[in-house]
């Protein structure tokens, strides 16, 4: 290796480094204490937020740096009462996904008979001792390897990511919704191929929980 070529591979290392300290700084200053009831603020993201509205829970992202000229609804596959809806966000310059997600989906025969799944790239989905749920993956446009997983106890999204910029790394935290925790969020850099980063947001589904998001839904 000749020294220019070194000097380059130091510098990407600086680089990814000063990056990775960057968004971990970030996000712990948005963090706040185990107890505050604040969300996980991921760089590029408004959200995710959720309700719940009848029998479907509802979750909205704003991706502030990607642009759709129009919007369009999809289906979900074996979930079929429920839909991923993506449009210009109304608020800003960026794109807003917003999901329905049925109960009746949830709790139904048919997700439950899914093949088990890892997160995308093989890594083991946090907080899940084994490491693997059942789930359906699916692309739309502008956002390939999307998921949805189920367990005995928890309901999760995966939301594909480019570019956090720190490889390998990977943050849990509470999700509240108001001042109710109803799950965890976790943010995942990119796999040793420099691929597959994005979100995990894993909600409880059992019945006391449902009960929490219709208190907080009454009150809104």
């Known amino acids: 290796m000749n020294t220019i070529t070194l000097r380059n591979s130091v510098k990407r290392t600086k680089l990814s480094l000063l990056a990775l300290v960057t968004t971990f700084s970030l996000v712990f200053t948005s963090c706040g204490s185990g107890t505050s009831s604040k969300n996980l603020e991921i760089p590029g993201l408004n959200g995710p937020k959720v309700n719940l509205v009848g029998d479907n829970i509802l979750i909205d992202v704003v991706f502030e740096n990607i642009t759709v000229e129009g919007g369009a609804r999809y289906a979900i596959p074996k979930y079929p009462n429920s839909y991923i809806e993506v449009a210009p966000d109304l608020e800003s310059n960026g794109t807003l996904m917003a999901f329905s997600v049925s109960l009746d989906d949830i709790f139904g025969d048919n997700v439950r008979q899914l093949d088990p799944l890892t997160l995308p790239g093989g890594r083991a989905i946090p907080g899940v001792s084994e490491g693997a749920l059942p ?78 998001l219709e208190k907080i839904a009454a009150k809104n």
């Open 135 to 212: 789930a359906v993956a699916f692309s739309i446009e502008k956002f390939k390897n999307m998921a949805f997983y189920i367990g005995p106890k928890v309901f999760g999204i995966w939301i594909p990511l480019k570019k956090l910029g720190m490889n390998g790394a990977m943050l849990t935290t509470r999700f509240y919704t108001g001042s109710t925790r109803v799950g965890n969020l976790s943010l995942v850099g990119e796999d040793a191929n420099g691929e597959n980063a994005g979100v995990f947001l894993a909600l409880s589904v059992s019945s006391s929980q449902k009960r929490s």
